[in-house]
């Protein structure tokens, strides 16, 4: 069954620092994967996606993310974060090959930035 | 794109009520998802339609749950009988019916649900 992990629940930067957010899946063929942002209260938006192709996708917001097969992992990165980017990290994994499109989610990274 | 909007976006009700949820997906998306937040938790899928055909439940959709997509247009989400279980995040998305975009999904708000 496919599974999404992510190992980090918290995690505190200064403003300015570099981010990792880890992300770990299961799932026997090539994943879409995706990125969702969630503000306190708010629905998701999507920060990034990868379906195939170039391994290291671009996002919204300064965001990027590496996909790599052998890892099986889809961490995103900023190279300096800002305030306005405290929120709760979302990873999850589609299933490209069935019709429903539904998808699994991790359990959520929440991000706290320190001034 | 005036984007997936969701109503209302607070409930509050007494365990044993009846709710029912809203959503209006972005116009020209064929397929609808509902989703079930709880606390400190991602989004679990609940059930999906495309057009207004419901393609799939998930167990998590107990019988006391009813969804419909009538014309294959806004959605419902009903629960009937209340329990405080029930208490979450309720969010709806859609997304276009074109295969590469399967899994793209825009979401909405959410409902927040309070059974108390």
Not at chain 2, 13 to 31: A, L, M, W, Y
Request: aromatic share 12%; with cysteine; glycine share 10%.
């Amino acid at each position: 069954a496919q599974s999404v992990t992510q190992p980090d629940i918290h995690i505190t930067v200064s403003e300015g620092a570099s981010l990792e957010l880890r992300c770990n899946y299961s799932y026997g063929a090539t994943p879409y994967l995706f990125w969702y942002v969630q503000s306190p209260g708010q629905g998701l938006q999507l920060l990034l996606k990868y379906f195939s192709g170039d391994t290291l996708v671009q996002g919204i917001k300064g965001f990027e993310a590496e996909f790599k097969r052998s890892q099986s992992s889809f961490n995103l990165r900023k190279p300096s974060v800002h305030w306005s980017d405290a929120a709760e990290y979302f990873c999850a994994v589609g299933d490209g090959s069935s019709n429903t499109g539904k998808l699994i989610f991790g359990q959520g990274t929440t991000l706290q930035v320190k001034p | 794109d005036t984007g997936v909007s969701q109503d209302p976006r607070h409930k509050i009700t007494k365990r044993g009520q009846n709710v029912t949820f809203r959503c209006d997906p972005i116009s020209e998306h064929n397929r609808l998802y509902w989703y079930r937040q709880t606390l400190g938790q991602g989004p679990e899928f609940l059930t999906y339609f495309q057009n207004e055909a419901q393609l799939e439940k998930s167990r998590l959709l107990s019988d006391r749950f009813s969804a419909e997509r009538p014309k294959g247009s806004f959605s419902t989400l009903e629960i009937q009988r209340t329990e405080q279980g029930d208490s979450a995040m309720y969010l709806c998305a859609s997304s276009p019916g074109r295969p590469s975009s399967y899994n793209e999904q825009f979401f909405g708000p959410g409902t927040r649900l309070t059974v108390l």
